[in-house]
Structures are given as C-alpha cells and as structure tokens.
T-cell receptor, first 113, second 112 residues
Framework: DVKVTQSSRYLVKRTGEKVFLECVQD?????MFWYRQDPGLGLRLIYF???????EKGDIPEGYSVSREKKERFSLILESASTNQTSMYLC????????????FGQGTRLTVV | GDSVTQMEGPVTLSEEAFLTINCTYT??????LFWYVQYPGEGLQLLLK?????DKGSNKGFEATYRKETTSFHLEKGSVQVSDSAVYFC???????????FGKGTRLSVIA
C-alpha cells in the first residue's frame, strides 16, 4: 500500500517559533510538493522539489523554506511562525512519468497562537 | 499557463439527487485529467481519471468524460449519498516543469 506520511495531524505552535513539518513517501517518487489549504482559496503551492537537493518556489513561498536531503523526505520549515500561517498543510508526491496521479499525505492542521 | 476552473461551491443536495460539478481546463497538448476527493479531516485521494479525449473515467458511481472540443471534464453522479459529502478537486497532472494544477475545490454536502 503506497503511502505519503506527514509527521503530525495536529500542531499548535507559538508565534515566532521555528516549525518543521515532515513528509515521507515510500514510492521512490522524484517529485514532492507542499500545499496549504484555506477555506475559499483552494490549494496553494508553497514549494516543490523535482529531485534531491533541488527546490522551486511555488505561488506563496514567503515565510517558508524547504529541505530535501533524501529522496523520500521533504520538509517544510516555517522560519518564524505567524498567526497568518495557521492552516492545513498538505504534502504530495508524484512519479516523474507523465500523466500519473499524485499521492497525498493526510494533512497537518497547524495552529499558530 | 495551464489552469483549471471549476464551479464554486458549496453545493447542498438531498440524498439520491443528481450531481454535476463543472470543470474546464486550459492546457498545452492533451494531458490526462483527474478528479480528486477530500473527505473530512483527510488528504486528497484520486477519485477517477481519463487519459485521452472521449475517455470516460468512473469510480464509486461517479463519472467524468474528457471533452476535448469543450475542454471540459465535468463530474457527475446519478444518485448521491450522505457518504459522498466531501470536497472535490479537478486537476491537471505534472507536466514538464509545471507543477500539479488544481481547481479551487467544490464542497458537496448531502443531507438525508
């Protein structure tokens, strides 16, 4: 059973904290993505990675960074958490083959207080 | 660039009603087309897909037909159930250096 696993379902952090969201996939996929999901705004792409140590900015990278040291793991980092980063965060992975489906983690609901 | 436009929600239906969620796309070439579903508190999962023009994807009673001439991929179900309450996303796959492209999602609520 293929899997994308996010390290936490729920997180509560304080303003100014450095926050790490971890995502691990066991499908040997080249491509991994981080999205945030907010009511009325759909899925917004934060960062994506096509390979180890490679990263590309998505539509809303400000206030975030990422790390991909190993193929199976893609980490999202909130350098200094703020209340406007309270959201649902979704990780996805997809193979490099054309026209294939993406697999998603279960999501991390982050609340910054 | 590539894009997907789907009808805004929320949509509220009674059990056994007919469902249509509209989706149109703009893309280079003829990519596969996807519908994903997100049940409450979960991530997205693939509901169905179609790989070429005139293909019909189907799963769990849902259907969608890839219409090249109207660049559409509308989702339909003849008789919805309470368990179909979820958010539905129309999507284009990864293509070259273009990330996955999603519609904004349509929230469906089915009441008994």
């Amino acid at each position: 059973d293929v899997k994308v696993t996010q390290s936490s379902r729920y997180l509560v952090k304080r303003t100014g904290e450095k926050v790490f969201l971890e995502c691990v996939q066991d499908m040997d996929h080249e491509n991994m993505f981080w999205y945030r999901q907010d009511p009325g705004l759909g899925l917004r792409l934060i960062y994506f990675s096509y390979d180890v140590k490679m990263k590309e900015k998505g539509d809303i990278p400000e206030g975030y960074s990422v790390s991909r040291e190993k193929k199976e793991r893609f980490s999202l980092i909130l350098e200094s958490a703020s209340t406007n980063q309270t959201s649902m965060y979704l990780c996805a992975s997809v193979t490099g083959l054309k026209n294939t489906e993406a697999f998603f983690g279960q999501g991390t609901r982050l609340t910054v207080v | 660039g590539d894009s997907v436009t789907q009808m805004e929600g929320p949509v509220t239906l009674s059990e056994e009603a007919f469902l249509t969620i509209n989706c149109t796309y703009t893309a280079t070439g003829y990519p596969s087309l996807f519908w994903y579903v997100q049940y409450p508190g979960e991530g997205l999962q693939l509901l169905l897909k179609a790989t070429k023009a005139d293909d019909k994807g189907s799963n769990k009673g849902f259907e969608a037909t890839y219409r090249k001439e109207t660049t559409s991929f509308h989702l339909e179900k003849g008789s919805v159930q309470v368990s179909d309450s979820a958010v539905y996303f129309c999507a284009l796959p990864l293509s070259g250096n273009t990330p996955l492209v999603f519609g904004k999602g349509t929230r469906l609520s089915v009441i008994a």
